[in-house]
C-alpha cells in the first residue's frame, strides 16, 4: 500500500476510536518514550474509551517521559500487561488535566492505581487516616491528599463507585485530611494543644457526606479549656490551632493546595470569633439565629478533634433544628433564601449553572431540606444529613411520592455527576455547564454518551433540570391526602396541626377551610373519593404553584359538588392526561375562568383534550348561534341561548389562554403576541356572532315580515380592531337603509327599534356575562340618533366629520346585518380615513393636541401614570395614536396600512418604510403587553381594571399570568416600567415629532 493509504488507513482508525487531532496522535503513539508497539490494540482501545482520547494519550506521553529512565519499560510492561490498571490509569488521564499533572509531578504514584484490594473498593475515614498518617508537614500532606483523590477518581470513572459512593469518599477524605491537619498544627503548637479541647464539625456538603471533588469545606469550632485551664486563654489557643489547621489545607505551594476551610457558617459569620465555647453557641442560636442556620445544621457532623466535645454538641444543637419549624414564617424564610440564592446569579450565567439555577442541585436539595425540618420534628427516620438518604426516607414515610422520589433521585445523580467530572477535567471550582464544544464533548463521552455526545448531554441536562424544577415545589401532597382520608377513622398518621403546617407550606393562607376541602373531597371508602384521592396530588401541584392556592381548591370543591353524580366526570379527570392539571390550573388563575365555569360546570370537558381548547371557526360559531336562535319561542329566549353560547366560548377562549400561559408544556406555546392575536381573534368572532344572534331576534320580534329596512352593525375600535380584551364593551355604530319599495320614515322607524330590541334583549339581567353595546362612537355621539341611514352618514361625513372621527373610522369593520350594507358603508367612509395625499398640518396638529388633552385630563386622580395601560406612559393609547397617525398620512399611498388591527398596521409601516423596524418592535412589545396586563387582570379580577391590582395576590396572579416565578410582582413592573418608557420615547419622536 503507498505510503499515503497507510497513513490516511491509520488517521482513519484514529479519528473512529474518538481522536480529534489524528496528526498529534499519531506523533505522541510513536514518541519513543511509549514505544511504537505500545500503539498495538489494547493500548488504542483503552484510549478510545476515555473522555478525550487526545488528552488521555499526551498526559500519558508525558507521564512516560517523567519516568526515571530505569523504571520507564517497567511502567509500560505493566500498563500493557494489566488491563485494570491500564483502564484506571487512562481513564483519569483522559478526564483529569489536574489529576495528569499531579502524576507528571509524582510520577511513581501510578503505583496506587495498580490493584485495589476487596477492602480498598469502598474505603471510609480510617482507610484515608491510613494512607494520610505518614505526612509530617502541610507539603506531605497535599501529596498524600491527591494519591487518595487519584484512587477515587479512578473508581468513579470506570463506574466501580457510582456518584453518592464517591461523594461520601471525598467527605471520609477530607475528614481524614482535616484531622491529619489538626494533628500538624497540634505537633507545631503542643502548648495550645494542651490548653484547649477542640472540635471541629462539618457543615455543608462534608457534614452530609456528599462533597464534590473541589470545594469549600465548610466547618464550625467549638472549643472549651482542658482541665485545670482558664477559657480565654483556652479559646486564643483553640483560636490558633483551628487558624493554622485552615491555613495547612487552604495554603497553594508548588504541590497545588488541598481545599479552603469555610468556617462563615459559625454565628456572626465573619464577624463573629471564629472559635466559640459550647454555651456561647447554644446563647446564640437560642436567642440570635435566623432561620437559614438551622437548615444549615441539619448537616452539622463531628469530623476531627475532641471527640466528646464534638458529640456533645451534636446532642445539643439537634433538637434546635428540630424546634426550627415552629418559628414564625419559618417555611416562607427558607423559600425566601432559595430564591434570594436563584436572583443572585449573574444573568450571563443563569442557564449554565448545575448548582444555583432554575432545576439545579440547589433545588433539590431545597426541597428535602423544608420536607426534612418542617416533618422531622415528628419523625426521627427524616433526620440524615445526607440528600439522598433523606429523600429515600421521604419516600418510604410517603412524604414524598415514590416516582416523584425516584425521578428527583435519578436527576440529583445526573447532576452531581456531571458537576464531578466538570471539577475534575482540572481541579478548579465551578458549576458551570462549559460552552466550548470539546469540552462538552468529553463531559459527554465522560458519562457515556457515545454517539453525538454534545447533543445526548445537553438533552439530557435540560430535560433533568425541567424534571427538576417541575417538581421543586411538588413533595408534599400524597401523604396530605393520605392523612385527609382517615380523618374520619381518627386514626391520623399525620395530625391535623401537622397537615395545616404542610398546607401553609404550600401557600395556602387559611389551612384549616383547606382541610376541610380536602375531607369533604378524598374522606371515605367510596368509589367518588377514592379517584379524588388519585386525582388531589395532581391537581394541589397546580394550586401550589399559582398565586391563590385558597381559591382554586375551593373552586374545585364547587365544581365537583355540582358535577360529583357525573360518571364522566372524575373519569375525564382520571382518564385525560391533561384534564386534570388544565382544570387545577383554570381554577386557581383568577376569578373569570371559575365564575364562567360554575355557571355551566359541564363545560369542564372542553379541557380534556388539545382540540377542546381551540376556538371555534367564526363561521361554525355563527351557525350554532342562528340556528339555536331560530328554534326558540321567544326573543328573550333566543338571546338566552346566544349568550349562554358566549358564555362557553368566553370560558374556552379564557381555559386555553390560562392553559398556554401558565403550562406551555401542556398547550402549544405561542409567543406573547401570537397568544394575544388569538384571544382578541376569538372574543371579536364570539361577539360578533352574539351580535348576528340577537339582531335575528330583534328583527323577528318588531314583527315586520319582510321588514322595512336593512340594518348593518359596524364595530368600532377594539372590536373593529379584533384587539377585544376580557372586558372590552362592544363599540359600533349602525347604519340602515329602506329595503325596497319600502317608505323611509317607516325604515327609520323599524330599523330604530330593531336596534333598540337587540340593545334591550343583551342587557337583560342573567347569570351570563352581559356583551355592553356601546355606540358613542356615533356622529354627535349621545345627542345624535341610535341609527342613521347611508345617506345621512353620506351627508353628515361630508358636512361635520371632524378628524377624530376619521381617526375612530380606521377601526371600522362590518360584524353582523346586511353584508352588502355594510360593504357600501365601508366604501363611503374610506376616503375619510384614508385621505387622498394625507393630512394637512392643521389636521395632525389637531390630532396632537386631542392627544395631550386626553393625557392632562383623562387619566384618573391618583393613577401612576407609569403603570396605567391605556393612558399611561408608552400604554396602549400612545401606541395607537402613533400607528393611526401614521395611517391617516400614508394609507392612500399604502394598501397594506388599510387595515383596522393595530399590529398588522405597525407591520405594513415597516414593510412600506414609514417606520424602522427597532421603532416599531418597541411599540409592539409595549402594546403587547399592556393588552396582555389588562386580560390578566380581568382574568384575576373578573372587573376591568386599566392598571395593575392593589392587592397583593392579585397582584401576584398577573405576574403569574405573564410567566414570572413567584415572588417577583416587584420585577414585573419593573419590566412593565422598562418596556413602556422606551415606547413612549418612541412616541415622543414618532407621533410629536420631538
Keep these: 500500500?503507498?505510503?499515503?493509504?497507510?497513513?490516511?488507513?491509520?488517521?482513519?482508525?484514529?479519528?473512529?476510536?474518538?481522536?480529534?487531532?489524528?496528526?498529534?496522535?499519531?506523533?505522541?503513539?510513536?514518541?519513543?518514550?511509549?514505544?511504537?508497539?505500545?500503539?498495538?490494540?489494547?493500548?488504542?482501545?483503552?484510549?478510545?474509551?476515555?473522555?478525550?482520547?487526545?488528552?488521555?494519550?499526551?498526559?500519558?506521553?508525558?507521564?512516560?517521559?517523567?519516568?526515571?529512565?530505569?523504571?520507564?519499560?517497567?511502567?509500560?510492561?505493566?500498563?500493557?500487561?494489566?488491563?485494570?490498571?491500564?483502564?484506571?490509569?487512562?481513564?483519569?488521564?483522559?478526564?483529569?488535566?489536574?489529576?495528569?499533572?499531579?502524576?507528571?509531578?509524582?510520577?511513581?504514584?501510578?503505583?496506587?492505581?495498580?490493584?485495589?484490594?476487596?477492602?480498598?473498593?469502598?474505603?471510609?475515614?480510617?482507610?484515608?487516616?491510613?494512607?494520610?498518617?505518614?505526612?509530617?508537614?502541610?507539603?506531605?500532606?497535599?501529596?498524600?491528599?491527591?494519591?487518595?483523590?487519584?484512587?477515587?477518581?479512578?473508581?468513579?470513572?470506570?463506574?466501580t463507585t457510582d456518584v453518592a459512593e464517591t461523594a461520601a469518599e471525598l467527605a471520609d477524605l477530607a475528614t481524614a485530611t482535616l484531622r491529619a491537619a489538626l494533628r500538624i498544627a497540634a505537633a507545631a503548637a503542643p502548648d495550645d494543644d494542651a490548653a484547649c479541647r477542640l472540635a471541629v464539625i462539618g457543615m455543608g456538603k462534608c457534614g452530609g457526606r456528599e462533597l464534590n471533588y473541589v470545594s469549600d469545606v465548610d466547618v464550625i469550632f467549638v472549643a472549651e479549656p482542658a482541665d485545670g485551664a482558664d477559657e480565654g486563654p483556652a479559646l486564643q489557643a483553640a483560636t490558633r490551632l483551628a487558624a493554622h489547621l485552615m491555613r495547612i489545607c487552604s495554603d497553594t505551594t508548588a504541590e497545588g493546595t488541598i481545599w479552603p476551610v469555610d468556617a462563615n457558617l459559625r454565628p456572626e459569620g465573619r464577624n463573629g470569633p471564629l472559635v466559640r465555647t459550647l454555651v456561647s453557641h447554644l446563647a446564640y442560636y437560642r436567642r440570635w439565629a435566623k432561620t437559614w442556620e438551622f437548615q444549615a445544621l441539619l448537616k452539622a457532623r463531628p469530623v476531627a478533634g475532641d471527640e466528646a466535645l464534638g458529640a456533645e454538641y451534636a446532642a445539643a444543637v439537634a433538637p434546635l433544628v428540630w424546634q426550627a419549624v415552629e418559628r414564625e414564617n419559618f417555611v416562607s424564610d427558607v423559600q425566601r433564601m432559595r430564591r434570594r440564592v436563584e436572583s443572585s446569579i449573574p444573568a450571563a450565567q443563569a442557564e449554565r449553572e448545575l448548582k444555583l439555577g432554575p432545576g439545579g442541585l440547589r433545588d433539590v436539595e431545597f426541597a428535602v431540606q423544608l420536607l426534612q425540618l418542617v416533618h422531622g420534628r415528628t419523625d426521627p427516620e427524616l433526620r440524615g444529613s445526607s440528600t439522598l438518604d433523606a429523600l429515600a426516607a421521604l419516600a418510604a414515610g410517603g412524604y414524598v411520592g415514590r416516582q416523584d422520589a425516584a425521578?428527583?433521585?435519578?436527576?440529583?445523580?445526573?447532576?452531581?455527576?456531571?458537576?464531578?467530572?466538570?471539577?475534575?477535567?482540572?481541579?478548579?471550582?465551578?458549576?458551570?455547564?462549559?460552552?466550548?464544544?470539546?469540552?462538552?464533548?468529553?463531559?459527554?463521552?465522560?458519562?457515556?454518551?457515545?454517539?453525538?455526545?454534545?447533543?445526548?448531554?445537553t438533552a439530557a441536562w435540560r430535560r433533568h433540570t425541567a424534571g427538576v424544577r417541575r417538581l421543586h415545589e411538588k413533595l408534599f401532597y400524597r401523604p396530605l391526602l393520605d392523612a385527609v382520608a382517615r380523618l374520619d377513622a381518627g386514626q391520623l398518621r399525620l395530625g391535623q396541626d401537622a397537615a395545616k403546617e404542610r398546607l401553609v407550606a404550600l401557600g395556602f393562607a387559611d389551612p384549616a377551610a383547606a382541610l376541610r376541602h380536602l375531607s369533604a373531597l378524598a374522606s371515605g371508602v367510596t368509589r367518588k373519593a377514592a379517584i379524588q384521592r388519585t386525582l388531589l396530588p395532581v391537581l394541589m401541584a397546580s394550586f401550589a404553584d399559582?398565586?391563590?392556592?385558597?381559591?382554586?381548591?375551593?373552586?374545585?370543591?364547587?365544581?365537583?359538588?355540582?358535577?360529583?353524580?357525573?360518571?364522566?366526570?372524575?373519569?375525564?379527570?382520571?382518564?385525560?392526561?391533561?384534564?386534570?392539571?388544565?382544570?387545577?390550573?383554570?381554577?386557581?388563575?383568577?376569578?373569570?375562568?371559575?365564575?364562567?365555569?360554575?355557571?355551566?360546570?359541564?363545560?369542564?370537558?372542553?379541557?380534556?383534550?388539545?382540540?377542546?381548547?381551540?376556538?371555534?371557526?367564526?363561521?361554525?360559531?355563527?351557525?350554532?348561534?342562528?340556528?339555536?336562535?331560530?328554534?326558540?319561542?321567544?326573543?328573550?329566549?333566543?338571546?338566552?341561548?346566544?349568550?349562554?353560547?358566549?358564555?362557553?366560548?368566553?370560558?374556552?377562549?379564557?381555559?386555553?389562554?390560562?392553559?398556554?400561559?401558565?403550562?406551555?408544556?401542556?398547550?402549544?406555546?405561542?409567543?406573547?403576541?401570537?397568544?394575544?392575536?388569538?384571544?382578541?381573534?376569538?372574543?371579536?368572532?364570539?361577539?360578533?356572532?352574539?351580535?348576528?344572534?340577537?339582531?335575528?331576534?330583534?328583527?323577528?320580534?318588531?314583527?315586520?315580515?319582510?321588514?322595512?329596512?336593512?340594518?348593518?352593525?359596524?364595530?368600532?375600535?377594539?372590536?373593529?380592531?379584533?384587539?377585544?380584551?376580557?372586558?372590552?364593551?362592544?363599540?359600533?355604530?349602525?347604519?340602515?337603509e329602506p329595503a325596497e319599495g319600502a317608505d323611509e320614515r317607516a325604515a327609520a322607524e323599524a330599523a330604530s327599534a330593531i336596534a333598540n330590541e337587540m340593545i334591550r334583549l343583551l342587557q337583560l339581567p342573567s347569570i351570563d356575562p352581559p356583551l355592553l353595546v356601546d355606540t358613542h362612537l356615533r356622529p354627535e355621539g349621545r345627542n345624535g340618533p341610535l341609527v342613521r341611514s347611508l345617506t345621512s352618514y353620506a351627508a353628515y361625513y361630508r358636512r361635520w366629520s371632524l378628524v377624530w372621527e376619521s381617526q375612530a373610522l380606521l377601526r371600522a369593520e362590518p360584524v353582523a346585518g346586511d353584508a352588502d350594507l355594510g360593504r357600501r358603508f365601508t366604501e363611503l367612509i374610506d376616503p375619510l380615513r384614508y385621505p387622498v395625499g394625507g393630512l394637512d398640518q392643521d389636521a395632525i396638529r389637531e390630532i396632537r393636541r386631542l392627544k395631550a388633552r386626553m393625557e392632562a385630563e383623562r387619566l384618573p386622580r391618583g393613577a401612576d401614570p407609569t403603570l396605567h395601560t391605556k393612558l399611561g406612559r408608552g400604554g396602549l393609547s400612545d401606541v395607537e395614536w402613533t400607528v393611526q397617525l401614521l395611517q391617516l398620512r400614508h394609507a392612500h399611498e399604502v394598501e397594506a396600512l388599510r387595515t383596522t388591527r393595530t399590529r398588522g398596521a405597525l407591520a405594513a409601516a415597516v414593510g412600506a418604510g414609514l417606520l424602522d423596524a427597532e421603532d416599531a418592535e418597541v411599540l409592539d412589545e409595549a402594546w403587547v403587553l399592556a393588552s396582555r396586563v389588562r386580560n390578566a387582570v380581568m382574568l384575576v379580577r373578573a372587573r376591568p381594571q386599566d392598571t395593575f391590582p392593589a392587592d397583593a395576590r392579585e397582584s401576584a396572579a398577573v405576574a403569574r399570568y405573564l410567566g414570572y416565578e413567584p415572588g417577583t410582582v416587584g420585577r414585573m413592573l419593573d419590566d412593565y416600567r422598562r418596556t413602556t418608557r422606551r415606547a413612549r420615547t418612541v412616541v415622543e419622536r414618532l407621533f410629536y415629532e420631538g
Design 1 to 159: 500500500m503507498p505510503l499515503g493509504g497507510r497513513r490516511d488507513s491509520r488517521f482513519g482508525q484514529l479519528l473512529r476510536r474518538g481522536f480529534t487531532d489524528p496528526t498529534d496522535a499519531a506523533r505522541l503513539l510513536d514518541a519513543p518514550a511509549l514505544r511504537s508497539a505500545a500503539a498495538d490494540g489494547p493500548l488504542l482501545d483503552a484510549l478510545a474509551a476515555t473522555a478525550d482520547p487526545d488528552a488521555a494519550l499526551g498526559a500519558l506521553v508525558r507521564l512516560a517521559e517523567a519516568q526515571p529512565d530505569g523504571e520507564r519499560a517497567a511502567f509500560l510492561d505493566t500498563l500493557l500487561a494489566a488491563k485494570p490498571l491500564r483502564d484506571r490509569l487512562l481513564a483519569v488521564l483522559g478526564a483529569s488535566d489536574g489529576l495528569a499533572d499531579h502524576l507528571v509531578r509524582h510520577p511513581a504514584e501510578w503505583r496506587a492505581l495498580v490493584a485495589f484490594e476487596t477492602a480498598d473498593l469502598h474505603p471510609g475515614t480510617e482507610e484515608f487516616e491510613a494512607a494520610l498518617a505518614d505526612a509530617a508537614d502541610p507539603d506531605g500532606l497535599r501529596v498524600a491528599y491527591h494519591r487518595a483523590l487519584l484512587t477515587i477518581a479512578a473508581r468513579d470513572i470506570t463506574g
Design 407 to 457: 425521578s428527583l433521585d435519578a436527576s440529583y445523580r445526573f447532576l452531581r455527576t456531571v458537576e464531578h467530572r466538570i471539577q475534575l477535567r482540572r481541579l478548579r471550582r465551578t458549576h458551570l455547564m462549559p460552552t466550548e464544544e470539546a469540552e462538552l464533548r468529553s463531559l459527554g463521552r465522560s458519562l457515556g454518551f457515545a454517539g453525538e455526545p454534545v447533543k445526548e448531554l
Design 546 to 736: 399559582s398565586a391563590d392556592p385558597d381559591s382554586g381548591l375551593l373552586n374545585f370543591r364547587k365544581v365537583s359538588d355540582a358535577l360529583g353524580t357525573s360518571p364522566w366526570y372524575l373519569r375525564l379527570l382520571r382518564d385525560e392526561g391533561a384534564a386534570a392539571e388544565n382544570l387545577a390550573r383554570v381554577l386557581s388563575a383568577g376569578r373569570l375562568a371559575p365564575d364562567l365555569l360554575l355557571r355551566a360546570p359541564e363545560a369542564v370537558a372542553l379541557l380534556g383534550a388539545a382540540e377542546g381548547l381551540a376556538p371555534r371557526p367564526p363561521a361554525a360559531l355563527a351557525q350554532e348561534i342562528q340556528a339555536a336562535v331560530g328554534r326558540a319561542d321567544t326573543a328573550e329566549s333566543a338571546v338566552a341561548v346566544a349568550r349562554g353560547v358566549r358564555r362557553r366560548e368566553l370560558f374556552r377562549t379564557a381555559a386555553a389562554d390560562i392553559v398556554g400561559a401558565y403550562a406551555p408544556d401542556v398547550a402549544p406555546h405561542e409567543a406573547p403576541g401570537q397568544a394575544l392575536d388569538r384571544v382578541g381573534s376569538a372574543l371579536t368572532a364570539l361577539n360578533a356572532a352574539t351580535l348576528r344572534g340577537a339582531l335575528t331576534a330583534a328583527t323577528a320580534a318588531i314583527g315586520h315580515r319582510p321588514p322595512p329596512a336593512r340594518l348593518a352593525v359596524i364595530a368600532m375600535g377594539r372590536f373593529g380592531g379584533h384587539e377585544l380584551s376580557y372586558g372590552s364593551d362592544a363599540d359600533v355604530v349602525l347604519v340602515h
